[in-house]
């Protein structure tokens, strides 16, 4: 994989259109601000544009339903999307930090949070 180099540019390869909103907005974010140019960096950026999909459905869900829920037998649980946005969260970071792009020493914004 080459290396990424940080280097403003105007134009970039458009997201995939099987993004969405969360995804990209950290795709348009990230190539504008970093030159991936390669194909290796590109499906990482969008493997890490997917998770970031994911994590911000599963935060709307919790929004909207509440972080504890009741079961069919009145016992109040976490939400069970839960670990699932956890996991997505990290699958972001992890996919941004394999591209070296620093993830671990700044906030990755994403969706409407």
Same mark, same amino acid.
């Given at each position: 994989?080459?290396?990424?180099?940080?280097?403003?540019?105007?134009?970039?390869?458009?997201?995939?259109?099987?993004?969405?909103?969360?995804?990209?907005?950290?795709?348009?974010? !990230?190539? *504008? =601000?970093?030159?991936?140019?390669?194909?290796?960096? &590109?499906? @990482?950026?969008?493997?890490?544009?997917? $998770?970031? /999909?994911?994590?911000?459905?599963?935060?709307?869900?919790?929004?909207?339903?509440?972080?504890?829920?009741?079961?069919?037998?009145?016992?109040?649980?976490?939400?069970?999307? !839960?670990? *699932? =946005?956890?996991?997505?969260?990290?699958?972001?970071? &992890?996919? @941004?930090?394999?591209?070296?792009?620093? $993830?671990? /020493?700044?906030?990755?914004?994403?969706?409407?949070?």
């Amino acid at each position: 994989m080459k290396k990424v180099t940080k280097k403003k540019t105007t134009a970039g390869p458009a997201p995939p259109k099987d993004l969405g909103r969360a995804g990209k907005e950290l795709w348009r974010r !990230l190539m *504008a =601000e970093y030159r991936l140019d390669d194909a290796g960096g &590109q499906e @990482l950026l969008r493997i890490a544009a997917q $998770a970031a /999909d994911r994590a911000e459905s599963c935060r709307q869900a919790i929004a909207r339903e509440g972080a504890v829920i009741v079961d069919r037998l009145g016992t109040r649980r976490p939400h069970p999307l !839960l670990p *699932a =946005e956890r996991q997505a969260r990290h699958q972001v970071l &992890q996919a @941004l930090r394999t591209l070296n792009l620093g $993830a671990g /020493d700044q906030e990755v914004r994403y969706g409407s949070t």
